[in-house]
């Protein structure tokens, strides 16, 4: 029996890899919209040319307004990333890979703010909300005496995990509850 598992074990690590490859490899496909107007580009005649773009760009007008499509710059993804960090969200692939670190990265790994209020749950654990709104609920069983408009710092924790620092005191586990 020990050996079946271990038999299974060792084809589920080795099969791990190509799976995360796979997954990988698969980048979206740009929306047929966006398709035509880069297909205008290969129109030798100027007269045709310039028609397909107008063409192609009033029909990409008409799925924005319909929000069909939406195209987003740089930083609005690096915003929209920031307001998600510590949310529990499926990966969608829309703002970019959250592992990149390269010199253009998305990726956030930490936020700092100020602590706009705070209050203790029925359970005991401290929440703290920032200025932004987002609420993070400490997870530990650290004392934090927290005042209003005091700095705080979360960051990537280790597995997954998220820490809190006030006004650059030790940290405590936190959690995003919204």
């Not at 200025?131 to 997954?160: H, K, N």
Request: hydrophobic residues 45%.
């Amino acid at each position: 029996m020990r050996s079946r598992l271990a038999i299974a074990a060792l084809a589920a690590a080795a099969a791990t890899p190509a799976l995360a490859q796979d997954i990988q490899d698969v980048t979206p496909e740009r929306p047929e919209v966006i398709e035509r107007i880069t297909a205008c580009r290969s129109i030798a005649e100027s007269a045709e040319r310039l028609a397909c773009f107008d063409r192609a760009v009033t029909a990409l007008e008409a799925a924005a307004a319909a929000r069909e499509i939406a195209v987003v710059d740089r930083e609005q993804v690096r915003r929209a990333r920031r307001s998600l960090f510590g949310l529990r969200l499926p990966d969608l692939g829309i703002f970019g890979d959250d592992d990149d670190e390269g010199e253009d990265s998305a990726a956030i790994r930490e936020i700092t703010s100020t602590i706009a209020s705070f209050y203790t749950g029925a359970d005991g654990r401290m929440a703290f909300v920032l200025a932004d709104g987002s609420v993070w609920v400490q997870t530990d069983g650290r004392r934090q005496r927290p005042r209003r408009g005091e700095p705080i710092r979360v960051r990537r924790g280790p597995l997954g995990s998220y820490i809190a620092s006030i006004d650059e005191r030790a940290g405590v586990h936190v959690v995003r509850q919204r």
